[in-house]
């Protein structure tokens, strides 16, 4: 079975502390791919990234970063001197080769000024 | 990315009736996609919209609830049938293009059935 877990439902923080967003997944494929998306308060959903099941690399863009390690099914996502603007649902999302996107139930970040 | 547009963004109905929400992207796509996002929730896919053939629909999503159209590869619709005030969600189109994996999501439309 597939399955994403965010076991921070809500998460506060004042502005220009770092917070890292927990991701863990479940899945038997061998290729699969990792996404994280944020959704402001407007709605919207917004890609930020994609990892695939192959490619353990960390990324790094510019205030974020996201370390994946498959050793303990974990994808995080990591916010260095978070902003207001930074405030939003953060969801994690799994697909596998059947192509059907599991969501996360999503992490709820408010940065405080 | 592909570029997703939906009309309409927001609509209030009354129990019984029927709402259509368009999906348009700015490139053709391979897939297409319907999600319901219930307040303070997550996402759930409702049907993969395929061209040129019936929806594949996900446990608990029926047609003749949710019917869906995808005429050609930029364009789908789906219907909700026979408003109740558990319909009331915010419902979104996705796309993705051929070759690669992540989905494009449209703004969304915000229903609220009374």
């Known amino acids: 079975a597939q399955k994403v877990t965010q076991a921070q439902t809500e998460i506060s923080v004042v502005e220009k502390e770092d917070v890292t967003l927990d991701c863990v997944y479940e899945?038997?494929?061998?290729?699969?791919?990792l996404f994280w998306y944020k959704q402001p308060p407007s709605g919207e959903l917004v890609f930020l990234i994609r990892r695939n099941s192959f490619d353990e690399q960390n990324e790094i863009s510019g205030r974020y970063s996201w370390n994946f390690q498959k050793s303990t099914s974990s994808f995080n996502f990591t916010i260095t001197a978070s902003q207001v603007v930074d405030s939003a649902v953060y969801f994690c999302?799994?697909?596998?080769?059947?192509?059907?996107?599991?969501f996360g139930p999503g992490t709820s970040l408010s940065v405080i000024p | 990315s592909a570029v997703i547009s939906q009309k309409p963004s927001r609509d209030i109905c009354q129990r019984g009736t029927s709402l259509t929400i368009q999906c348009q992207v700015d490139?053709?796509?391979?897939?297409m996609f319907w999600y319901r996002q219930q307040p303070g929730q997550s996402l759930t896919l409702i049907a993969t919209a395929n061209q040129g053939s019936e929806a594949t629909y996900e446990s608990g999503f029926v047609i003749d609830k949710f019917p869906i159209s995808r005429p050609n590869l930029t364009f789908s619709t789906l219907t909700v049938s026979n408003m109740s005030p558990e319909d009331s969600s915010i419902y979104l189109c996705s796309a993705a293009e051929t070759g690669v994996y992540e989905q494009y999501f449209g703004p969304g439309t915000r229903l609220t059935v009374t």
């Open positions: 490139s053709q796509v391979t897939m």
């Open positions: 899945t038997r494929d061998t290729t699969y791919y």
């Open positions: 999302a799994l697909r596998t080769s059947y192509d059907k996107v599991i």
